[in-house]
Every structure is written in C-alpha cells, then in structure tokens.
C-alpha cells in the first residue's frame, strides 16, 4: 500500500519509509553521543527579543553553559534563538534540534551543533535521551506537547524521572490551577503528579535547583 509522505509529498511504500525512520535515528545518536551533561530549553517561536522572556531565556542559556552543560533546543526563532545565544554567549555547545514543517523553520544563527528532523517523535526522543533537564517557557501546542509527554512518561515510568521547570509563574499560573480545580479535584490524576515539575522565574535558582536535584539523587543511591 502506498501512503503521500505529509513532509515530502512524495508516494513510497510504508516499509521504505522504516529506513527513513531508521536513519534519523542514527544521525541523531552520532551526532549527540559525545555531548555529555545537557539541559533542553523550550518555548514559544512568537515571543521575541522585545519580551521580558525573550531576555530570560538568554539569561538561562548563558547561565547552564557557564556551568559546564550543552544547551539543546528546537533550533527556531524567539525563545529557542534566546537560549542558543545565551548558550553560545557562556562558551558550550549550542544544539538546534530542528524540524521540518509547512511553515519553514530556520535554524537560528547562534546553533553550533545543528540537526535536522522530518519526525516529530524521533526528534522528541533526542530530546529526552541526551537532557538532563527540561526547561519549558512560555509557548503554545508544540511547548505544551514536550511538556506534558516528559511528565507522562515520568508519571508512567518510561523513562527515568529528570528535573522539569516551567519558567514564568504569570503565565503558567492558569493552568496549574486548572489542573488543580479540575484535574485533581475528578481523580484524572494524582496530587503527587504535580511533583513531577516546578514553577520557577530566575535563572540561577534553576541552575542550583538542577544541581540539588542530582546531588540529591546521588545521596539516595549511595544511602542505599
């Protein structure tokens, strides 16, 4: 059976399309397996240079690279752009993790490492396996989709449970309280789930919040 590939437009059999998948695959491995410690920064492609986010971004950018990690990111505009030059700016590696869609997307001019995707889940997946943290600001469906997939697959074990901070109390407040008044008031899901991420504003407080969270981590396992 043949199937209108969305990303090329282009008729191919199903089974072809498995080494497409396959290569992304290894290109992404190859490329990523030697950056060692490294957090991903999320957020909105709109909210640009002129927004206090915008500058936040940078700031955490700069902040993690000055602290020895890579900064990964999906290698657009606005909020992505921000942490690759704060990156940039602190002396790591800056990653684009890009992504072809309709709407071209470019990849910023401050990405020292870039990548480039046609699946969405084999570029989430690199998202995941090479982060130490997510860092998740301000965005829209795409921000809310990496989002709320980490926390599920921390919530049902899939993958190791990994530091994860929405970065803007003002503008995430609205849906923690939904999540709250709605979510957990019907049992859809549990109190503890919220203690799958934090709410944080200052870049610093990040950075010592993701260090504790793994020094913490050590502890255990030695205690044990």
Known sequence: MKRIDPASNMQFDDTWRVFRIMS????????LKGVGDAVCIFGSAQLGPDTEYYKVAEKTGEVFAKAGYSVITGGGNAIMEAANKGAKQ???????INI????????NEHVTLPLQFRYFFVRKLMFLKYSKAFLVFPGGFGTLDEFFEAVTLIQTEK????????????????LI????????????????????????????SILDHVKGWYSNKEDKAHES
């Open 100 to 107: 072809q869609i309709p709407i071209e997307q470019e990849m």
């Open 159 to 174: 993958i190791p449970s990994l530091p994860i901070v929405l970065i803007g109390s003002e503008y995430w407040t609205g």
């Open 90 to 96: 602190g002396g790591s590696e800056s990653i684009g």
């Open 177 to 204: 309280g939904w999540l709250k008044e709605t979510c957990i008031k019907r049992g859809t899901i549990q109190e503890t789930d919220m203690e799958i991420f934090k709410i944080m504003d200052d870049p610093k």
């Open 24 to 31: 992304e695959f290894v290109d992404g491995f190859e490329t």
